[in-house]
């Protein structure tokens, strides 16, 4: 796990305030993958990303949430106005590859508490 | 409505014995399936997978089993050792790209001495 770098490893947020989610891959990786882990709940796919790109957003809300992963320094999760409902463990994974049979390597995740 | 389920949340064995964890799945797209490992404060750890075309894969203690006919896979370690003391989390993706994968809730398993 110590090869994807997540930071902050904590956050607390009040209601209505920012939460921006770092992430560094994997060196070599060039695919990074957000999940969201809500208490007693499975992972839950948000974004897929390669360097400039969005290539799948479908678990992404809406509203509020968006991405990043630009071509120098780490991926970006970022939370606009956020809500009690947003608190959860964000993991972010990388894989070299987009298949699937090249396993993703999870981060150790940022806990986000709003409070 | 979930698509990969894991029924029992927490499962507790003897050291020594075998562990058996389950997962069923609901969407016959799914071909590739996937168990990851978690402790406390960290992240998953991928450990073993299996294509739909197998019905068996294993590696060392570990092995999986796929009944497609029956929507059901199961993880088997033997022997249990107190290091499998983790959270399994059972996933499955439609094929092809990695960013289908769709996660059960996960079996907290004990191993006791």
């Known amino acids: 796990n110590a090869g994807v770098m997540q930071n902050p490893r904590h956050l607390v947020r009040r209601r209505g305030q920012e939460a921006r989610l770092r992430c560094s891959p994997m060196k070599g990786h060039s695919h990074v993958y957000w999940y969201r882990q809500l208490p007693e709940e499975g992972l839950k796919f948000m974004v897929y990303l390669q360097k400039e790109n969005i290539i799948d957003e479908s678990g992404m809300p809406k509203e509020r949430f968006s991405a990043e992963f630009p071509k120098e320094g780490p991926s970006i999760l970022r939370i606009q106005q956020v809500v009690r409902g947003d608190s959860a463990a964000y993991f972010c994974?990388?894989?070299?590859?987009?298949?699937?049979?090249?396993?993703?390597?999870f981060g150790n995740g940022t806990r986000l508490t709003v409070t | 409505d979930q698509q990969v389920k894991q029924n029992s949340p927490s499962l507790s064995v003897q050291e020594g014995r075998i562990s058996i964890l389950n997962c069923d799945y609901t969407?016959?797209?799914?071909?590739?399936f996937l168990w990851y490992k978690k402790y406390p404060a960290e992240g998953p750890t991928f450990l073993i997978s299996?294509?739909?075309?197998?019905d068996k894969n294993e590696d060392g203690r570990f092995t999986v089993f796929l009944n497609k006919s029956a929507k059901h896979l199961s993880l088997h370690i033997v022997p249990s050792q107190p290091g499998d003391s983790a959270v399994y989390f059972c996933?499955?993706?439609?094929?092809?790209?990695?960013?289908?994968?769709?996660f059960g809730k996960g079996t907290h398993l004990i191993i006791q001495p």
């Open positions: 994974a990388s894989s070299p590859t987009g298949v699937v049979d090249s396993p993703l390597h």
């Open positions: 996933a499955a993706s439609p094929g092809g790209g990695a960013d289908g994968l769709t």
């Open positions: 969407n016959s797209m799914f071909d590739y």
């Open positions: 299996i294509s739909s075309i197998k």
